[in-house]
């Protein structure tokens, strides 16, 4: 495993090098890219983690352990989604003289895949439990 772990911490270095490299030397980069890059890294640092870390606290503190990896899985997947829809919920880009952008009522898309991942959750908690149940043993007569 810290074969796995090194290796991908070593792609992940090399990566960033060559994406800020090449964004050094790209004439076509402005500050704008700089500036939204120390503030996704402020919000990330100052608002996302600590949430996560809160949330996972939480969880452990109130979920029975055989169910929390399960809630942890789901509400990360939940707050990935959020991220990724919000600004199609808020209509970030919709523009008033053209009805095809954005056309669709997204906060209910995005319940609707809210109830996708609790119900999945759900229903693979409600099998692990079904699996985990004791053996029943028959009766003598």
Known sequence: ????????????VLSMTYAAIGALADPDVKGGA??????VLIAHDAILLPLVVG???LI?????LRRRALVRAALLITLAVTIVAVPLVLGAGRAADNPSLL?????????GIYGAIWVSAALAAAARAWKERPARTPSAP
């Open 103 to 111: 056309p669709l009522n997204y906060g209910r898309g995005l319940l």
């Open 55 to 57: 949330v996972g606290a």
């Open 34 to 39: 700089l500036l939204f890059l120390i503030g």
């Open 60 to 64: 452990g503190r109130f979920v029975p």
């Open 1 to 12: 495993m810290k074969t796995v772990r090194r290796a991908l911490i070593g792609a992940g």
